[in-house]
């Protein structure tokens, strides 16, 4: 790609990384939306992650539907019918929030990320494709940059926003115990009122980008060019879209990575608390496993490809998540919380370096291997509810065991998956 070319995307980029803000903020507020539910409608760790598994869950029912709708729409006006539909589903949390129902906040989280999900399948393709495939790793990884900065602001925006003092959520559980059941829900009732207005400037927000994206020059892309200004080779033969082996291996990948980073961020509040932390030093440990992985990102964005193939990083971080874990599990005590945060280290580039391994070579199937990808972010709705299910049958920090097979296939594609079904592996990702 031409230094020319490659200036014309700045403009591009600046955009998709907004957006990659929204994905970061709608979706790690979650990590405080979690033990907050669990407060207010009395839920058991399992329950709670239900927000997970409502939010998660809708990239797999949607990702090709969302694929079949960008064919019909084009990538920008997808990216703006996204933004809407996460728009409706901020408002749902209107009236869930009046009637402290939590199957109407389940279904809010569905829509919005059901929006999100389209969003996605627009634009992850969209940085992978504005360049080289080699350093497509470099570019997600700077997207990841908005995305974790945003979600280390969300849950701390959101806390300040429905909490009269720092330790409003522990008086309140205190108090709890001693009150009657009417006074109970009163109190219940009053904390969920709380979530209205923010969730009302989240909608109008959301509206108001979505507008910014249909008048914005934001150019459209096609499954047809691998690179932007690249024309459709002809008499190439194609394999049919279940051929492309490596691509059903990375969706199984994203699938792993996925719950290992929702499952670091979204459980860590709970957990931290489970090792006799109080909710107020509690709640800024989602924050600090996302500044940890921002801190990841910028490593990668400027060691890919130029020190480390995005492969070895890959393998680098499954390794990472692998000992962390052990770690997390076998010390005792609020140092084990750190680990689970130490985590965001190898997390952050699972995602950026598995995309673009499973895109290569896709060409006119790349809308359809990026909804299935899409799909493997399921891992975020199943993960943390298999790590509910085992810590309420046994413990909070033995349940993190689940950790390891995710890590342990991610470290599979990352050696053997990634080349599987190619007669030629390109260039760029050749084992180094």
Known sequence: ??????????????????????????????????????????????????????????Y???????????????YKNGMMLGLFVM???????IPAANSRQYVIFLVGLFIEATGLTLLQTASNPYVTILGPIESAASRISIMGVCNKLAGAIAPLLLIGAIVKNPN?????????????????????????????FPYIIMAAVLVALGLLIKFTSLPDIHD??????????????????????HMIFGALAIFCAVSVEVLAVDTIINYAQYTGLSFREAKYF?????????????????TIPKIISQRKALIASAVIGVVFTILAVVIKGPTSVWFISLLGLGNALLWPAIWPLSLDGLGKSTSK??????????????????????SDSSNPQ?????????????LYFATVGYKAGKKQVSPALQPA
Request: hydrophobic share 50%; aromatic share 14%; charged share 10%.
């Open 1 to 58: 790609m031409s230094n020319n070319t490659s200036k014309n995307n700045y403009g591009p980029m600046i955009i998709i990384g907004s957006l990659f803000f929204v994905f970061g903020f709608v979706t790690w507020v979650n990590s405080i939306l979690i033990p907050y539910f669990k407060l207010t409608c009395e839920l058991t760790v399992k329950e709670s992650m239900l927000v997970a598994f409502a939010f998660y869950i809708s």
């Open 60 to 74: 797999f029912v949607m990702a090709f539907p969302s694929s079949f709708i960008l064919k019909k729409t084009g």
């Open 87 to 93: 728009a409706a589903g901020a408002l749902v949390f």
């Open 168 to 196: 409003e959520i522990d008086e309140v559980k205190a108090q709890l115990v001693n009150m009657s059941t009417l006074q109970q829900n009163e109190v219940l009732d009053g904390l969920s009122a709380r979530l209205i």
């Open 224 to 245: 047809e060019n691998t690179e932007p200004g690249q024309p459709v080779k002809a008499a190439q033969p194609e394999k049919s879209f279940f051929q492309h082996h």
């Open 286 to 302: 989602a924050t600090y496993t996302l500044l940890i992985m921002i801190i990841s990102y910028i490593i990668g964005i400027f």
């Open 369 to 390: 291997g990026s909804a299935l990808l899409i799909m493997g972010v399921v891992g975020g709705a199943l993960g943390p509810v298999l790590y509910g299910a085992v």
């Open 398 to 410: 033995t349940a993190y065991w689940v950790l390891i097979p995710f890590y342990l296939f991610i």
